[in-house]
């Protein structure tokens, strides 16, 4: 593993403020869209993790930074364009609730017992995305095996995203959006408003990314961190509800040449202030977690010589699926859950 194992991240601060502020725009600009963490934290998560990677894969991610953390969000879009992809996003693990049990010990954790136990129908039914991290993982192990900077690009952008989503604690459960207990909207408010209001307080300095040597059951112990969250954030949103008038949780906003109906800043903070740092911790959990699965990679991979892979742009064949996967994706039709209430 090199050096990196004794190595030390220091980052100057004007370089990073500067990188974090210049994603930070475009997200306040589109949060309307969001979805998971929104647009603006899959953005974040993604451009941070850059930051935690060892010399011997910096220089590579940091040309191609703008590329990882623009394409951060294609997954959801590809929601619009992929039968299939939406359940790559969760995984409903209270369906599997028996009474007196564990859930994380009725879920086997590797995806042929789950199969066994379960079905493919079932476990596709429900989310798979603790699987669909070993998937992606392997998938970019070996670009980086074949030295192929287009899969590279893309897999370690993907990979971000799906990480990401393992550490938000609606992605967890079958009550995703609140529509099973009357908090319609709370998906949005946790992962998307409280992000978008406080995202420039969070603190990004999380040191360096680390070999998981057991990249299956570090995921699965996200999700559970996730999923044992989910008392919290349901409980202290219907609280602070009963004790705040709905004119007063609810606000407009201009989002560009439209006026949409959102959660008030005073609801969202008070909200955000109960859930104790929760938000933050969970953030900057993924963020590290992406890194680390980007190093894993590559490590797995021989640790190939990303130097010779500089100055190599994505292909007009890459940029051309791009192009196609956002035509889909204005056209607004998803094809599974949809991302506005994941």
């Known amino acids: 593993m090199g050096n990196w194992l ?14 974090l502020l210049s994603s930070m725009q475009w997200g306040q ?84 017992k789950a199969v066994e136990k379960f079905g493919e129908d ?4 429900y989310g798979i995305v603790p699987w669909n991290i070993q998937f992606v993982k392997r998938k970019l192990q070996r670009a980086f095996e074949n030295k192929n ?15 990401g989503d393992a550490h938000v604690p609606l992605h967890t459960t079958e009550n995703y959006n609140g529509q099973m207990t ?31 040597k057991r990249p299956l059951d570090f995921t699965w112990d996200a999700v559970k961190q ?12 219907k609280e602070l509800t009963k004790s705040m008038p709905s004119d007063r949780k609810y606000s407009y906003e ?3 040449n439209v006026t949409v109906k959102t ?26 977690a992406v890194g680390s699965f980007w190093y894993t990679a590559w490590v797995d991979a021989g640790q190939p010589d990303l130097n010779q892979l500089q100055h190599t742009p994505a292909s007009e064949e890459l940029l051309r699926e791009i192009k196609e996967l956002d035509a889909e994706f204005q056209k607004g039709v998803s094809k599974g859950r949809a991302c506005d209430a994941d």
């Open 263 to 288: 959660y008030s800043k005073e609801f969202s903070q008070a909200y955000h202030e109960r859930l104790n740092g929760m938000v933050e911790r969970r953030l900057r959990a993924a963020i590290l």
């Open 149 to 163: 900077v287009d899969l590279i690009l893309k897999y370690s952008a993907d990979l971000g995203h799906y990480i």
């Open 6 to 19: 004794n190595y030390r991240i220091y980052i100057p601060i004007g370089m990073l403020l500067a990188l």
């Open 29 to 112: 600009e589109h949060a309307a869209k969001s979805a998971a963490w929104g647009f603006f934290g899959h953005k974040r998560i993604n451009r941070v993790a850059i930051f935690t990677l060892p010399p011997e894969m910096f220089g590579f991610y940091k040309e191609h930074i703008e590329y990882i953390t623009e394409h951060a969000v294609d997954p959801d879009k590809r929601r619009y364009a992929v039968k299939g992809e939406a359940e790559c996003h969760y995984i409903d693990i209270d369906h599997y609730a028996l009474p007196g049990q564990d859930i994380f010990d009725i879920v086997p954790r590797t995806w042929g």
């Open 122 to 125: 079932t476990l596709h039914a």
């Open 182 to 212: 009357g908090q319609k909207g709370i998906h949005g408010l946790w992962e998307s408003r409280l992000v978008e209001i406080n995202a420039e307080n969070y603190d990004y300095f999380i040191g360096k990314a680390s070999y998981l």
């Open 226 to 237: 996730s999923h044992y969250a989910l008392d919290s954030v349901f409980n202290y949103e």
């Open 254 to 256: 201009q989002r560009g």
